[in-house]
């Protein structure tokens, strides 16, 4: 009986003393971006002390999970044998190829379904997989999971932020903030975050609302500027090819100048030949490519004007536009990945990753 009691006791003090796992720093974190911003994840804005334990770093960014790296992938190059990791439990970043990884166990995923946590050393990761449970991996594995689940991943994060984190930003932005930032400024959130905190943008804000304000402004941005909109005469004429684009409604691009000059396009395809040769088709030598201030397209399906530069195009589909062949614009990359399903595509591409060769 006593030693049913003791063993009995022995289990609640173990339970008791027990830590709940935490993603949070407990050391002094590594954070290798410049300035201010490195407090920041460099694709979601989200905290890296507060998920430090699941970051990764490539070259001078940082990321809060695997889950943005991969997403940063898909715009920029990134040298996998040189991606660090942080270890969970030195908390020290290690190269990501040695690393042994834990997909799966019972620790929530940072902006993922799936937790995919680092550890230096195989017995590490063996001991925590039995506490906590999940599969052993290596890099590649852990990589592989990220970039299958990225667009369900996306869209989780999506509705989350849909559900609180906007309503919450635009109601601290209307209340507490003065102004506003030129957006145009900023190539990511955490240069946003910066700005807004350094400038004292709004009064009296914690993290977590610093934080649902950057990424409404952000995320939102074509809402905060109301200036995504193609306007056109009937007298505009597409510089490469000649035509009137106002018969062309749901095919016009334009590029927009700082100088709020317009050149309007009867595609995406001739839009590209300009930007990438413009001195061909006439005297444009002022229209440089540092004085552009939107590229704007229109989402095949919605019909919607969006941001050219962080659209997604499809390359190679049977669906023709007014000059034939046609690079078709999406907003996101599942609608991009369902049209080229659809419409025998050949690939997808992002603003930057468009060639030449792609136009031929």
Same mark, same amino acid.
């Given at each position: 009986?006593?030693?049913?009691?003791?063993?009995?006791?022995?289990?609640?003090?173990?339970v008791a003393d027990?830590?709940?796992?935490?993603k949070?720093?407990t050391?002094k974190?590594?954070?290798?971006q410049k300035?201010a911003?490195?407090?920041?994840?460099?694709?979601?804005?989200?905290?890296?002390?507060?998920f430090?334990?699941?970051?990764?770093?490539?070259?001078?960014?940082q990321?809060?999970?695997?889950?943005?790296?991969?997403a940063?992938?898909?715009?920029n190059k990134?040298d996998?044998?040189?991606?660090?990791v942080?270890?969970?439990n030195?908390?020290?970043?290690?190269?990501?190829?040695?690393?042994?990884?834990v997909i799966?166990?019972?620790?929530?995923?940072?902006?993922?379904?799936?937790?995919?946590?680092?550890?230096?050393?195989?017995?590490?990761a063996?001991k925590?997989i039995?506490?906590?449970g999940?599969?052993?991996?290596?890099?590649?594995?852990a990589?592989?999971?990220?970039?299958k689940?990225?667009?369900?991943?996306?869209?989780?994060?999506?509705?989350?932020?849909?559900?609180k984190?906007?309503?919450?930003?635009?109601?601290?932005?209307t209340?507490k903030?003065?102004?506003?930032?030129n957006? /145009?400024k900023f @190539? *990511?959130?955490?240069?946003?975050?910066v700005? &807004? !905190?350094?400038?004292n943008?709004?009064?009296? #804000?914690n993290?977590?609302?610093l934080?649902?304000?950057?990424?409404?402004?952000?995320?939102?941005?074509?809402?905060?500027?109301?200036?995504?909109?193609i306007?056109?005469?009937?007298?505009?004429?597409?510089?490469?090819?000649?035509?009137?684009?106002?018969k062309?409604?749901?095919?016009?691009t334009?590029?927009?100048?700082r100088d709020?000059?317009?050149l309007?396009?009867?595609?995406?395809?001739?839009?590209?030949?300009?930007?990438?040769?413009?001195t061909?088709?006439?005297?444009?030598e002022?229209?440089?490519?540092d004085?552009?201030?939107?590229?704007?397209?229109r989402?095949?399906y919605?019909q919607?004007?969006? /941001?050219?530069? @962080? *659209?997604?195009?499809?390359?190679?589909?049977d &669906? !023709?536009?007014p000059?034939?062949?046609e690079? #078709?614009?999406?907003?996101?990359?599942?609608s991009?990945?369902?049209?080229l399903?659809?419409?025998?595509g050949?690939k997808?591409v992002k603003?930057?990753k468009?060639?030449i060769?792609?136009l031929?």
């Amino acid at each position: 009986m006593l030693k049913r009691v003791f063993l009995i006791l022995l289990l609640i003090y173990t339970v008791a003393d027990a830590e709940p796992f935490s993603k949070m720093a407990t050391v002094k974190p590594v954070l290798v971006q410049k300035g201010a911003k490195k407090m920041w994840c460099s694709v979601c804005g989200m905290n890296l002390k507060m998920f430090y334990k699941t970051s990764y770093i490539a070259g001078d960014k940082q990321y809060c999970s695997i889950r943005c790296l991969v997403a940063d992938m898909e715009s920029n190059k990134i040298d996998l044998n040189s991606i660090e990791v942080i270890d969970v439990n030195s908390q020290k970043p290690i190269l990501a190829k040695d690393a042994y990884f834990v997909i799966g166990s019972d620790i929530k995923g940072t902006m993922s379904s799936v937790s995919k946590l680092a550890f230096k050393s195989k017995d590490e990761a063996i001991k925590f997989i039995k506490e906590h449970g999940g599969k052993l991996a290596q890099f590649q594995d852990a990589l592989k999971e990220a970039q299958k689940s990225l667009d369900s991943d996306s869209s989780m994060v999506k509705a989350k932020k849909e559900k609180k984190l906007y309503p919450m930003g635009k109601k601290i932005f209307t209340k507490k903030c003065k102004g506003s930032p030129n957006l /145009d400024k900023f @190539s *990511a959130v955490n240069e946003l975050k910066v700005a &807004i !905190k350094d400038n004292n943008i709004c009064q009296n #804000i914690n993290e977590k609302q610093l934080h649902a304000v950057a990424i409404y402004l952000w995320d939102n941005r074509e809402i905060k500027n109301n200036s995504y909109d193609i306007n056109i005469s009937k007298k505009d004429k597409c510089p490469i090819c000649g035509m009137f684009v106002y018969k062309y409604p749901k095919w016009i691009t334009q590029i927009v100048y700082r100088d709020k000059n317009r050149l309007s396009f009867d595609g995406v395809k001739d839009m590209m030949k300009f930007y990438f040769d413009r001195t061909k088709y006439g005297k444009y030598e002022t229209l440089t490519k540092d004085n552009i201030s939107q590229i704007l397209v229109r989402d095949y399906y919605s019909q919607k004007v969006i /941001d050219g530069k @962080s *659209a997604y195009f499809v390359i190679g589909s049977d &669906i !023709k536009g007014p000059m034939g062949d046609e690079l #078709i614009p999406f907003k996101d990359k599942i609608s991009a990945k369902s049209f080229l399903k659809d419409h025998n595509g050949k690939k997808i591409v992002k603003f930057n990753k468009i060639s030449i060769e792609d136009l031929k």
